[in-house]
């Protein structure tokens, strides 16, 4: 069970718990890589054909590959550092271990003493409005909408081809399962990401 906004907000225990979890997760995910559409998407960004990338990944690999982050709009946030819940300042994920692991308890913002969490948009906690209003900004912008790797289940980021499509975008989808938006898509592609991607590299 996913640890509920709410309940991170009212609980030691939660917060810790998160923690715990959070380290476990990532010791798992070590040395992951960005892949071949990470950096795809970046050499296009640098190319002037894409204005923004927005995800819901949090696993901060679109950065890694090199994506500026003022093209970037990591719409369920960055699981690779920390926040104060009060000030909004930034924690090294090895701060909050040192300290999670020395005590098992969750530490606090050494400014105000705030919550510190993982910078993720948690199971109840609001989704981040400049960031959502900025996406479907760009979206009803767009010539193309390029819709990857997504199930285009989960909303609001869902909405967005859909707000493409409408103020007139092609709208290309390519994922390796059919996805609810399949209907509208002017170009489908199944396929694995990093496989359709190798085969454009090679054309
Ligand atoms: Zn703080």
Request: glycine share 6%; charged share 20%.
């Amino acid at each position: 069970m996913p640890i509920h906004y709410d309940d991170f907000i009212s609980s030691e225990e939660m917060r810790a718990e998160a923690w715990r979890r959070k380290f476990v997760l990532d010791d798992a995910t070590k040395g992951v890589k960005p892949n071949l559409a990470h950096h795809a998407l970046v050499k296009l960004t640098e190319q002037g054909h894409l204005a923004a990338v927005v995800t819901q990944n949090i696993d901060g690999l679109h950065l890694a590959a090199g994506m500026p982050e003022d093209r970037l709009i990591e719409i369920h946030g960055n699981g690779t550092y920390a926040k104060c819940l009060s000030c909004d300042c930034r924690y090294n994920l090895n701060w909050v271990r040192e300290r999670y692991e020395a005590t098992k308890q969750s530490p606090l913002c050494e400014a105000g003493g705030g919550y510190v969490k993982s910078a993720t948009i948690s199971f109840g906690q609001a989704m981040p409005f400049e960031k959502m209003r900025r996406a479907e900004q760009l979206a009803a912008q767009a010539d193309v909408f390029l819709a990857l790797g997504s199930s285009l289940v989960v909303y609001p980021a869902a909405a967005l081809p859909v707000i493409a499509k409408r103020n007139g975008a092609v709208l290309v989808i390519v994922n390796r399962e059919p996805t609810e938006l399949d209907a509208i898509a002017d170009v489908l592609i199944s396929g694995n990401l990093g496989d359709v991607f190798a085969t454009f590299q090679q054309h």
